[in-house]
């Protein structure tokens, strides 16, 4: 098997994480809908309540995110596992709730678990790749995330169509104890897989780190050019760090190169879920209702909307190496503004009072492609940029500020969106509109390109680069396939070129 192919599989596998955290974003827009469940938890208070148990998700998140910032000395596959068996405790709480209590309890649980997968995910799997594919396997991510989204909305409309109406608790139960399956299965086979050669290296089992790296890498052979360069790589990085003794959340913002990281990755993560995708997701019954279309439909459209997510996150794995992650956001960005601006226009013209099919089709459209758009830039970049920006020593609480600023903004969404709908119609659509279009200029003016570059390479980025992106030059100093080759040649060439490598690497 090549390389590439074995850390495409053991990235899929670890994505098993996001599929859980996809599904349950997706199943409560059913779940919430269900006539059965608004008789049993939503007879009085409903906008509030139905917020609140999809901001409980959201709010376990963060607390496994921040959780997760602590999980450093345990490695990359227990924490994974642990995450798992945390999620399957929630499921079965969830669908076992016999009063909105038991609801409440079991998808904050459920959430701290995903909050620990969604943080560890593309970590591990940004730390086992290939600097030239570690886009396309950290954005495998968001891929499962929208493949657990189209597994749930169809599921959820098909208990929807099969038990509405007939008060059988089955057209809730069903979707949310599914979730539970593909939890078991992650807990029980991640030990098959290799730990993280970088956590390894960075917890004093440097032969074990050597040995991962190879069989991930190059068939198992220690020897191979490649593994040697990269692993000393590694290493002087490792040692650098450990002199610099840096690795509380306060040394995030300690210093400039770290204070711009963290802003960026905090800015990035705040925007994904300020371009309104977390609105649509959870309560798309509420505002398909706004321009007049049924639940039965809207339902049927999420479901469509699901697989078109699937679809741009496949492309975005396609094209990430060859755009560039800054790109992707910027373009992105705008043209998600543009979404929500013509279909802000559409709900104000043509109310559900007042209803147009040419409107309804319009809107349907136009929400497709904000979606599409989101999950070929915003979504999957909003998690594999966060897992590169970070050194070895940082790494795990960068991605865990930015992760418990996602799931703070995206808690608010949730609680939020249901009162503003109702409250404010189309005016709610302003706030959106606002954020995509000030996300694009930052993230122009303040993201710098990652694309290509080692992990080992993002501290001297942020301590060379300007802060000001655009026209910049900056390069790196190292060149892993380069150094390579000079180590299968026995590091023959002219004295400058022995001494750069030993610059990079001593």
Known sequence: ?????????????????????????????????????????????????????VALFTAGCFTGALGSGFTNPIGRRAVILMGSCIFIVGGIIQTAGMNIGMLYAGRYVAGV??????????????????????????????LFNALGQVVAAWIGYACYQTWTGTGNSREWRIPLGIQIVPAIFLASMIYLFPESPRWLCDHDQSDRGRRNLAQLHSHGDESD?????????????????????????????????????????????????????????????????????????????????????????????????????????????????ITFLINAILIQKFPA??????????????TWLFNFVFFVTSGPLSW???????????????????????????????????IAVSAIGWQYYIVFIVCNATNGIFLWAFLPETTGLNLEDMDELFEESPWFVPGSKWVPSSHVDEDARRVAEGWK??????ERVEEVFV
């Open 353 to 366: 009072s007042a209803p147009s099919t040419g409107a309804h089709w319009a809107f349907v459209a136009l």
């Open 225 to 337: 050019p490649y593994v040697i360069a990269e692993f000393n790589l590694i290493m002087h990085q490792i040692e650098t760090e450990r002199l610099d003794k840096k690795k509380t959340y306060w040394d995030l913002v300690s210093t400039l190169p770290n204070l711009r990281r963290t802003i960026i990755v905090m800015a990035i993560q705040a925007g994904c879920q300020m371009t309104g995708v977390s609105s649509i997701q959870y309560f798309s019954p509420q505002i398909y209702a706004q321009i007049g279309i049924p639940t039965s439909q809207s339902l049927l459209f999420n479901g469509v909307n699901a697989i078109i997510a699937l679809l741009g996150t496949t492309v975005c794995i396609l094209i990430i190496e060859r755009v560039g992650r800054r790109s992707l956001e910027i373009y992105g960005a705008a043209i998600m503004c």
């Open 384 to 418: 594999a940029i966060p897992a590169e920006l970070f050194g070895n020593a940082m790494r795990m609480k960068g991605v865990s500020l930015g992760g418990m600023t996602s799931f703070a903004f995206n808690t608010m969404i949730g609680q939020v969106t249901p």
């Open 113 to 142: 678990g995903v909050g620990f997968l969604t943080l560890i995910v593309p970590i591990f799997q940004a730390e086992i790749s290939h600097r030239k594919i570690r886009g396309k396997i950290t954005c495998l991510q968001q």
């Open 493 to 498: 060439g002219d004295e400058g070129d022995v």
């Open 1 to 53: 098997m090549k390389p590439g192919v074995l850390q495409f599989l053991v990235g899929c596998f670890a994505a098993l994480g996001s599929f859980l955290f996809g599904y349950d974003l997706a199943v409560i827009a059913e779940v919430v809908a269900s006539d059965n469940f608004k008789t049993l938890f939503l007879q009085d208070n409903a906008d509030a309540k139905a917020g609140t148990v």
